[in-house]
């Protein structure tokens, strides 16, 4: 009957309930970039966010190699 409010209804039900994933990863990156490292780039910044959940379940000592 109403098209167009079905269209609206459903485009604001895909929108994120919560900003807490993203907001923690931000804190993640303020934590990684300090005074010294600031000039980061994109793909070293992601590069050290994965190593960094990588390592979180386990040390680097028992890590194997590839």
Same mark, same amino acid.
Do not use: F, Q
């Given at each position: 009957m109403f098209p167009l409010l &079905? $269209?609206?209804i459903k485009n604001i039900m895909t929108?994120? +309930?919560? &900003?807490a994933c $993203? *907001?923690?990863i931000f804190s993640m990156i303020n934590l990684? /970039? &300090? /005074? *010294?490292r600031n +000039? !980061?780039?994109t793909s070293n @910044?992601?590069?050290? @966010?994965h190593t960094k959940r990588? !390592? /979180?379940d386990t040390?680097?000592?028992s890590m194997t190699i590839i």
């Open positions: &079905t $269209v609206l929108l994120p +309930h919560s &900003t $993203v *907001e923690r990684i /970039k &300090t /005074k *010294e +000039h !980061l780039n @910044l992601i590069g050290l @966010l990588a !390592l /979180k040390n680097c000592y």
